[in-house]
């Protein structure tokens, strides 16, 4: 009789969490020959027209040992130039920088339609988390009653991550001093002083506790055709802890915390933010925020956690660390902790435990360093006194 061996047996992964980390995970996983179910706690699909993303190799490395093909062409928008203005609308510096920018909508609706439907299940809440160590399996029990065992549990469910908080509790984000202001004009309605300065470009400009930069990125339904893209902007400013809840109290009088997407945005705020943009921005991104018709916000925070496992549980992404934007490393980073983890466990395949205790501590030190890279951007752009 034939007898099966450890490294015979399929494994099984639960992912908490269903935007890019839990993807990037999934996609991987599966990759060295896991079976993955992702469960997302949010019962509609996360993809909306969200914000730029700054196109990294990781993440198109993910895509490459994933099996997904994507013309560069259709990736995202490339830029030429990097050019700094002053804050008249003069040009400080201007210096040849091709890159690549996409779209958050562009990557999680790519890596979802990969995965499929069938593996990926929404409006999954979780509950608690429970391990058997004598058979070296997790359970991820949900808030509808459901139970689900596997090999391994990562969690990769943002910078609120559940899974975080039932095992490091006292690991939290910390806001940062700042906050970035967002929005995105249509690029057939980008105000003419706006698209003769910035369009094509990478902008940049800087003033007292004020840093905007923007760019081209792809439009609806991830369309990348001249005149179909639209342009995005973001604005750091400077508010302290009272300003910030205000902020973050919506339209309807709800307290959101850390983000205001589109549309929700208080009034008073979008006036307060065309006049701050008046007196404090070069002219071109004046024009361009007076233009945005649902601008949003969202808080910067610090995470940067000791211990990214426990047992048969990992934290990856926004759940183990979040970077600061200026490193423009957050959704590379979720990818790799993900390219990481699977070469780890394709290295071991009967020894997981092993695995994971080799991938946790270079996990650890690449958030930790990003903490600090952002950090030390942040205080420079932010924070001058500081630097």
């Known amino acids: 009789m034939h007898t099966i061996t450890t490294h015979q047996i399929k494994r ?11 993807l990037f995970a999934g996609t991987m996983l599966r990759a060295i020959g896991w079976n993955v179910d992702i469960f997302e706690r949010s ?3 996360l993809d909306s027209r969200g914000g730029g993303i700054v196109l990294q190799p990781e993440v198109k490395e993910v895509f490459r040992r994933g099996g997904i ?3 560069n062409d259709r990736l995202g928008v490339r830029s030429a130039y990097r050019t700094v203005f002053l804050p008249d609308g003069a040009i400080q510096s201007r210096h040849l920088a091709p890159q690549t920018q996409t779209s958050w909508s562009l ?3 790519t890596l979802k339609t990969a995965f499929g439907e069938s593996h990926y299940h929404q409006g999954k809440r979780l509950a608690r988390i429970e391990q058997d160590f004598s058979t070296a399996t997790v359970t991820a029990l949900f808030e509808d009653g459901s139970r689900e ?3 391994l549990l990562i969690g ?4 609120g991550s559940t899974v975080r908080s039932l095992f490091w509790p006292q690991v939290q984000p910390r ?3 700042y906050l970035a202001w967002r929005g995105l004009v249509p690029e057939d309605a980008m105000p003419a002083a706006a698209r003769e300065a910035l369009h094509g470009d990478f902008g940049f400009a800087n003033n007292s506790g004020s840093h905007i930069l923007g760019y081209l990125m792809p439009g609806e339904d991830n369309d990348v055709r001249p005149g179909h893209r639209l342009y995005n902007w973001v604005w750091y400013r400077v508010a302290d802890g009272g300003q910030l809840a205000q902020i973050m109290t919506d339209r309807a009088g709800l307290e959101r915390h850390y983000s205001i997407p589109e549309g929700m945005l208080a009034d008073r705020w979008r006036a307060h933010l065309r006049d701050d943009a008046r007196s404090l921005l070069p002219p071109p991104f004046s024009a361009i925020v007076a233009a945005t018709e649902h601008p949003f916000a969202q808080a910067i925070r610090d995470l940067a956690a000791d211990e990214m496992v426990s047992g048969r549980v990992a934290i990856l992404g926004d759940a183990a660390s979040i970077p600061r934007p200026h490193t423009a490393a957050s959704t590379a980073k979720a990818a790799a902790n993900a390219l990481a983890l699977a070469d780890e466990l394709a290295a071991s395949p009967d020894d997981i435990a092993a695995a994971l205790a080799r991938w946790e501590l270079p996990q650890v030190m690449y958030g930790k360093y990003l903490e600090k890279q952002g950090t030390q951007a942040g205080n420079y752009l932010m924070f001058p006194s500081r630097s």
């Not at 099984?12 to 839990?22: D, F, N, P, T, V």
């Open 175 to 177: 806001y940062a001093g």
């Open 156 to 159: 990769a469910d943002g910078g």
């Open 149 to 151: 065992s596997g090999d």
């Open 69 to 71: 093909t994507l013309d």
């Open 43 to 45: 019962p509609h699909d």
């Open 107 to 109: 990557i999680y609706t």
């Open 12 to 22: 099984r992964a639960l992912i908490i969490g269903g935007s890019l980390g839990g």
